[in-house]
């Protein structure tokens, strides 16, 4: 007898998705629902802030469920159990964000087409912004604009509601989604061509990066950090080689010129659960320093290649080794990592491969900064 024939993916029930694969298939679907009735540059922002927000919710629930078996298995009576199920520090305690009652995701399913989905969504996402301080002016709160279609909005919800980010003892509800938030971000930076540089690293290059400099514990920081993905790497790299239980041993410092891309990167930092410092806003690497007094043992950075309009100010101190030219920023960036250097720290800087072919005199100058840093690589892309 042949097996019974499929059912359209409109008849199937609702999907219950935990791996990476089944999750990616779901929300891919998801952001196809938002392509053309948004801006091709904010539907990302949509797509990636609804997974995040799933994403807290689900973890809440998860360390909520496991409290309360604890609290049964411990003979603690039904009507105190609730109480404790409530208690925020019971959540905090174990690093897992504080998701108040119209936040989690269940309860704005529920009251999506009752309430209006984007206003809930809006509602939501600030208050866990409020509740959880690492999250201030992360969550992007876009959803009850008037150039929002809600009934797609509404479908998207549905359709997220399907996914559900629950961990393994193999792997953790945390390593699920940051796999699916850089999936994400990797196919929204090939959709976008070019631009897609400005929030993703390749990951080859972020990987040659972390493995060269080897940033087992210290500060580590990148001036145009884009979403994260340095920072996403070398926590990799210390749970690799040294437990996850050592990922606390490297703080990072970040900053990004760009609103949506800190937005992501922040995102991206609480997801893989790295306690990172992007400043308190986005901002201008050279105009606008937010690290001014940093001095790191890690200097990690793709920045933007030949940057012809950039903010020079030619009595900087940064410029040790002569001003840069205000023709490109290529030599600006080198000095600023070298800048950010303590005595003993190394830094690995990507730039365009016309580096190396410069104008003679910055040419030279280049090459005397690397010379007298030795720790530091000048990776030459091509």
Known sequence: MPPPEKKSTEQEEPLSASTPEEIQAILWKAADKLRGSVDSAQYKEFVLGLIFLKYVSD?????????????????????????????????????????????????IAANAKSQGVGKLLDEAMDAVMRENAALTGAPPMIFNRGNVDQKRLTELVDLIGDARFDGNEEKPTQDVLGEV??????????????????????????????????????RVYDPACGSGAMFVQASKFIETHRGR????????????????????????????????????????????????????DFVMANPPFN????????????????????????????????????????????????????????????????????????????
């Open 181 to 218: 938030y850089e999936y994400f971000l990797a196919n929204f930076a090939r959709a976008e061509g070019k631009r897609g540089g400005e929030f993703y690293r390749p990951q080859s290059v972020v990987r040659l990066i972390v493995e060269i400099l080897e940033p087992y514990e210290g």
């Open 307 to 382: 940057i012809s309009d950039w903010a020079r100010d030619e009595s900087d101190v940064r410029w040790r080794y002569g001003v840069p030219p205000s023709s490109n920023a290529n030599f600006a960036w080198l000095q600023h990592a070298v800048s950010k250097l303590s005595d003993r720290g190394t830094a690995a800087v990507v730039l365009a491969n016309g580096s190396h072919s410069a104008p003679r005199v910055e040419a030279k100058r280049m090459s005397h900064v690397v010379l007298q840093w030795c720790g530091m690589m000048l990776h030459c892309e091509g």
């Open 245 to 296: 239980s050592h990922k606390a041993d490297i703080a990072v410092y970040g900053q990004e010129w760009n609103e949506r891309t800190w937005r992501l990167g922040k995102m991206n930092l609480a997801i893989h659960g790295i306690d990172g410092n992007l400043g308190p806003r986005w901002g201008d690497t050279f105009a606008d320093d937010k690290h001014p007094d940093l001095k790191a």
């Open 59 to 107: 973890a809440f629930d998860e360390h909520r469920n496991k409290l309360a078996k604890e609290l049964a298995e411990h003979g603690v009576p039904d009507d105190r159990i609730g109480d404790f199920l409530e208690d925020r520090d019971e959540y905090t305690g174990a690093h897992v964000f504080w998701v108040p009652e119209t936040a989690r995701w269940s309860w």
